[in-house]
């Protein structure tokens, strides 16, 4: 029976070991590779993108809500 817990346990750690090296070389290539990448793609406006986003925006209150903080007040009758 020891002799199965160790092996199972010497499998455990190598699986482990093999584990944290995969995970520490991916990082390192992935880290490389976004050094190198540029953040933003080639010609990207900003403005454009802000435009699109609000564009697409849809209004889901009264005109009696005056801002965000409003959001999860309930008036009822006229009161808070």
């Not at 995970?23 to 976004?34: D, E, I, P, Q």
């Not at 953040?39 to 809500?65: F, H, I, Q, T, Y």
């Not at 999860?72 to 009161?79: D, F, I, K, P, S």
Request: proline share 6%; no cysteine.
């Amino acid at each position: 029976m020891k002799s199965f817990r160790r092996r199972h346990l010497a499998a455990a750690l190598f699986r482990a070991a093999f584990l944290v090296v995969v995970l520490v070389f991916s990082h390192l290539t992935s880290a490389a590779a976004a050094a190198d990448a540029p953040l933003l793609p080639p010609g990207w406006n900003a403005k454009e993108a802000a435009d699109r986003v609000l564009a697409g925006l849809v209004n889901v209150s009264v005109p009696e809500v005056k801002g965000a903080h409003d959001a999860e007040m309930a008036l009822v009758h006229g009161r808070p």
